[in-house]
């Protein structure tokens, strides 16, 4: 099991700052989620079942019909690897850990690689994993890119598997629309854009037979009830779709100038996040959590890695916060300048 | 995959009647189910998070702390078998098959075993895996009896694996109270008499390092934040729980008398259903679900199986529900007599 950013109930004992205090920038979960209406009391009481609005909503939102409701991206992530026997995985460093974790699990053997170095290692490698937009660093693959990667592994059998959660807000990159297509197996999550991280839902896109793999792996039901409807609401909900792209996008901006103006230049970023590297990112991480505003730091520990400390910074949800953040950025700069 | 009651959808489909015109008596589930009341927008929005109530409140309601959420019973069900190499397990049969079916996809051995086979078994055996009180036979299990198997099997580093879905209109008899012991294994859901399927909230009670490996493969956030909500107030309102088994009591009693009046005689059953043999149990099945009144058939399919057919009844949710099952009952019966 490995930590995870959303764990603002540490933070808050740790600091010993209440929980509805912090202004909490841990997580690149959209902070002005779809809104939620009453959900039918009768969801709570039958079994979800399939084909119930759900699918439907989500082939015309991804502009696909091969693909599996999952209890989040999460449940893909774990299912994946145990479908394959051994094999050599390259998995995109820094990314989202769970990645490499899950095929480690299934005793594939892992490869941390970088941005630069993925063109490099496909011939060596049997699946590749990588996030689009990358988490945290921001940094995006052309499809045209990845593609051509998943051909040349397609070709001897293998996959390419990319992570799509922080991809709802530039959709016309998305490789959902070229599913299905023989090891290609791209993820996305309701969880990021939607801000509905509490429901755990996400699809997985690829050929049926391997969907039809995954879900006798998973079993039924995995999705519940609820969240279905309320996914299925927000997937077809296209003027608040629109709206938040717009929002996401001035915020994702405004966000990048603050931290610029403080003299922390974002090195990368999305519309949901913006990523900080510097040598001080943990003394910083500290810093801001006395002031009760949680980042989520990033500080390779594995041997050798020549990965930068990092501070990822998601967004305000309003204007009292970023006023906090532009104040305790300010302390900050002036604690650094000083020192 | 195996096919389940709950598809209502597809009997609605093959008998050409409208879903919401179905008396659904196919489930066992409480059809007057704890009413949920709004869950906090906020819910929606954030990761799951561990210890926010969920499980002090399953702490008082199961009468132990070594538990561990998980989504529904049928989540544990297909993560325990990996987690040992395999080895021979009997199988209560008849019997809810998830079990055997999640066994045998894990490569253990196993053997189907009726309920008068159970003791002369677990010599034999590694792990025993029943329902009690059993679903649909009815069939009880005291105890004491299961604790003497469960010692057993443990002095042999064995597991007693006892699935108690439809435990809590009889508390006093489930098995939690014993937990955690080695080897013994106790799966708990608040899909049956909480009524609350939809929400995929179950509980194992097990030792401390079999509840850490469960939780390392199941992953993080297997339960959404609104069923964790919805669950947290559910498991605390004991004057709801109180009310509701006295109702299902009385209902279930009532449901036994109407079918006997009938000439349906039950073999069985709980506080949630009964269950009727009969040879022509396929016709029966058939014949209800003309007049839009689906029930739950089994019929073996394993070779050599001398379980007879069968059909499990669900409650009535109200009086016209009631109504509606008499005259279909007379009907029936009518029937039976003419040919």
């Not at 532009?326 to 302390?331: E, G, R, T």
Request: aromatic share 8%; charged share 20%; proline share 8%.
């Amino acid at each position: 099991m490995l930590e995870h950013g959303g764990r603002l109930r540490v933070a808050a004992a740790r600091y010993g700052i209440p929980l509805a205090d912090w202004l909490d920038l841990s997580t690149g979960i959209n902070p002005c989620a779809w809104p939620v209406p009453a959900v039918p009391a009768s969801a709570w009481l039958r079994l979800p079942q399939d084909n119930d609005g759900l699918e439907a909503a989500a082939c015309a939102y991804y502009g696909t019909e091969h693909l599996l409701p999952v209890a989040g991206s999460q449940a893909a992530i774990q299912a994946l690897p145990p479908l394959r026997p051994p094999c050599r995985v390259g998995v995109l460093h820094p990314g989202y850990a769970e990645h490499a974790h899950a095929w480690r699990r299934a005793r594939h053997t892992v490869t941390s690689v970088s941005a630069k170095e993925l063109n490099d290692i496909v011939p060596q490698t049997d699946v590749l994993v990588l996030i689009n937009p990358n988490n945290p660093t921001g940094a995006r693959f052309t499809a045209d890119q990845l593609l051509h990667w998943h051909a040349q592994l397609a070709a001897r059998g293998g996959w390419l598997v990319v992570d799509e959660a922080f991809m709802d807000a530039a959709p016309e990159e998305s490789l959902a629309r070229f599913c299905p297509r023989l090891g290609l197996i791209v993820l996305r999550s309701l969880g990021k854009f939607f801000g509905l991280a509490g429901a755990r839902v996400g699809f997985v896109f690829a050929e049926p037979v391997l969907l039809d793999q995954l879900y006798a792996h998973l079993g039924p039901w995995t999705v519940t009830a609820p969240s279905r409807w309320v996914a299925t609401q927000a997937l077809a909900d296209f003027p608040w779709q629109q709206t938040a792209r717009r929002r996401l996008a001035l915020d994702s901006e405004r966000l990048a100038f603050l931290l610029k103006c403080h003299g922390f230049t974002p090195h990368g970023g999305c519309a949901l996040f913006q990523w900080v590297c510097s040598p001080h990112a943990s003394e910083f991480h500290d810093r801001l959590a006395r002031r009760g505003i949680l980042t989520r730091r990033f500080e390779s520990r594995m041997p050798g890695a020549t990965d930068p400390p990092s501070l990822r910074f998601g967004l305000p949800g309003d204007e009292t916060g970023w006023a906090r953040l532009d104040a305790a950025l300010q302390a900050l700069s002036d604690a650094t300048i000083c020192a």
